[in-house]
């Protein structure tokens, strides 16, 4: 069965500290995968997707690494911002036979960004 | 419109009501998505469509749950006799491409059976 792992489940932080999200997952064929931010009661907005070939990629303060072999991501986020307190959701999607793709979610990371 | 636009925003029925919430997708996307999820929990996909059809309702936990498209456009999900665990937020997405493409998220419809 497909399944994205996220940890940790929540995470607090003092402004202007940087922390770590982790994505593992078991999703095959591998397809692509995205991060989103879900701010409370907002729909989830995309940060970054990745394809297979692709190790890292920044978007502002957001810098998401994906490692194929071991099915790993992590999504980095320097210099927090208060405005930075949401969900981050982590999604990879299944390549099918015939073509399309087939998303899976995981349950998120809360993240809280205190003064 | 530049984004989906989902309505009602909140909706607040009593149970065993029928209810319907509406998804208007980014003009030009084929492949749209509802989902639903539950307070503090993650998104639980429902049903996909491309088009008017829908390869992929796997997801729709019972006969109450429904959903049609039309004009590659406009999508309606119907829940019939609601219960209280029905009570959540349901997304509705639109992508240009199945999986492969961003997916773009509405603000979603609250629903809430007392």
């Known amino acids: 069965k497909n399944q994205v792992e996220q940890s940790p489940q929540s995470l607090i932080i003092l402004e202007g500290k940087n922390c770590t999200l982790q994505?593992?997952?078991?999703?095959?064929?591998?397809?692509?995968l995205r991060w989103y931010k879900q701010d409370t009661g907002r729909g989830p907005v995309s940060l970054t997707i990745?394809?297979?070939?692709?190790n890292t990629k920044s978007n502002g303060r957001y810098t998401a690494t994906l490692d194929a072999d071991t099915k790993q991501s992590s999504l980095h986020i320097t210099a927090s911002q208060l405005s930075d307190s949401a969900s981050y959701i982590c999604v990879v999607s299944e390549g099918l036979t015939g073509g399309g793709n087939k998303l899976t979610f995981g349950t998120g990371t809360q993240l809280k960004v205190e003064l | 419109g530049a984004g989906v636009s989902q309505s009602p925003s909140n909706k607040v029925t009593e149970k065993g009501k029928d209810v319907e919430l509406r998804c208007d997708p980014i003009?030009?996307?084929?492949?749209l998505y509802w989902y639903r999820q539950r307070l503090g929990q993650g998104l639980e996909f429902l049903i996909y469509f491309q088009g008017n059809s829908a390869p992929d309702k796997s997801g729709l936990p019972s006969d109450r749950f429904s959903a049609e498209r039309t004009g590659e456009s406009v999508s309606t999900l119907t829940i019939q006799r609601t219960q209280q665990e029905d009570s959540a937020v349901y997304l509705c997405?639109?992508?240009?491409?199945?999986?492969?493409?961003?997916?773009?998220f509405g603000e979603g419809s609250r629903l809430t059976v007392l």
């Open positions: 003009s030009g996307h084929t492949a």
């Open positions: 994505c593992n997952y078991t999703v095959s064929p591998f397809s692509n």
């Open positions: 990745m394809t297979f070939s692709e």
């Open positions: 997405a639109s992508s240009s491409q199945r999986g492969a493409g961003e997916l773009f």
